[in-house]
């Protein structure tokens, strides 16, 4: 495994982009088919009233949004949410909780929809905020196929967005959830106001985790009302393409999703994205609380780009290229 030091990540990051899109379009191809993007569909599972002060995010207790919070939701009811997402094409189920860490109380519920969503032969994926070893263990033996927990960004920059947990708890759960031989999905958010330097060291930090998370979702931020980050000024677009193409080489195995923030970007935005190596997408108008590009939109886009969704075998044929 390659071992990133911050100046070659950021000698990459800097160079001239076509440079930079040229090899990254190199990579992607030697590892897979760039003509396919894999599909994950995204529910909230239990929405609002979460304890932690995420800047970001509308479903913190501790910022005005006014979101208010539900309870977790019937178990029914998210795997008739799966059925509709495995019909419109979705490989992979993922279910969000507005949590710091799930209670022992909810730990059957989670099991009980694992298990129904593998039932229905799609992977699973849950993002539950922090867990403990059993909570782990239980997971897993449900069969859940990968756990999301974001770092969000860098490690110097992370209290300036949350002080309700440190960076270091974040990659304990990451290593707890990798011990137990569950897939990682975690990446980081664009557009908080950070430097181009935390986004080339929340990279460096991930490709150099034991292994790097199967799933990288790279997200620009979509301000919400009543949060901190509400008025923030946005992202350069290129900024944000240059750190997909720098995922892309630094994670070469990796699925580099194009997650939150789709709906605010252009098409020609999205097809310059998965030019740098972006090859997976959330599908469906919502994501857990933002709104997302709906399916025939993003049909209709994968139409003019000759892009075809990626089935779990094309899926596997790719990750086995040299
Ligand atoms: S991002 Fe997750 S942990 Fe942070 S406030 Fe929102 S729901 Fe809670």
């Known amino acids: 495994m390659t071992c990133w030091t911050r100046q070659d990540a950021q000698k990459l990051h800097d160079q001239p982009l076509m440079d930079l899109l040229f090899q990254a379009q190199g990579t992607h191809r030697r590892h897979f088919d760039p003509n396919r993007v894999q599909m994950s569909k995204l529910l909230s599972i239990k929405t609002g009233g979460c304890a932690e002060d995420c800047a970001y995010c509308s479903q913190s207790a501790r910022n005005g949004s006014g979101l208010p919070a539900s309870k977790l939701i019937e178990v029914e009811r998210v795997l008739s949410e799966a059925r509709k997402a495995r019909a419109a094409g979705a490989t992979r189920f993922c279910m969000g909780a507005a949590w710091r860490e799930p209670k022992p109380r909810d730990m059957d519920a989670l099991v009980a929809m694992i298990e129904g969503v593998k039932a229905l032969g799609m992977e699973s994926c849950m993002t539950l905020g922090m867990l403990d070893d059993d909570q782990v263990i239980r997971l897993r033996d449900a069969g859940l196929d990968y756990y999301n927990h974001n770092i969000d960004t860098s490690e110097r920059y992370y209290p300036e967005v949350i002080t309700t947990r440190s960076f270091a708890e974040r990659i304990d759960t990451l290593n707890r959830v990798r011990e137990a031989d569950i897939k990682l999905c975690s990446g980081g958010i664009l557009g908080m106001g950070e430097e181009a330097q935390d986004r080339i060291d929340m990279l460096v930090t991930l490709a150099n985790l034991p292994e790097p998370p199967e799933s990288v979702p790279i997200n620009m931020l979509m301000p919400q009302a009543g949060t901190p980050l509400a008025d923030i000024e946005p992202l350069d677009p290129i900024a944000f393409i240059r750190v997909i193409a720098v995922a892309r080489i630094m994670m070469p195995r990796s699925h580099v999703r194009l997650s939150a923030g789709r709906s605010g970007m252009?098409?020609?935005?999205?097809?310059?994205?998965?030019?740098?190596?972006?090859?997976?997408?959330?599908?469906?108008?919502?994501?857990?609380?933002?709104?997302?590009?709906?399916?025939?939109?993003?049909?209709?886009?994968?139409?003019?780009?000759?892009?075809?969704?990626?089935?779990?075998?094309?899926?596997?044929?790719?990750?086995?290229?040299?």
């Not at 020609?268 to 599908?283: D, K």
């Not at 993003?298 to 075809?308: K, N, S, V």
């Not at 969704?309 to 990750?319: I, L, Q, R, S, V």
């Open 266 to 322: 252009s098409d020609e935005m999205q097809a310059m994205c998965f030019f740098a190596g972006a090859n997976s997408i959330f599908v469906g108008d919502r994501l857990l609380t933002a709104g997302n590009p709906g399916e025939d939109k993003d049909m209709a886009l994968f139409e003019r780009l000759g892009i075809q969704p990626m089935t779990a075998e094309c899926d596997t044929a790719g990750k086995a290229a040299e």
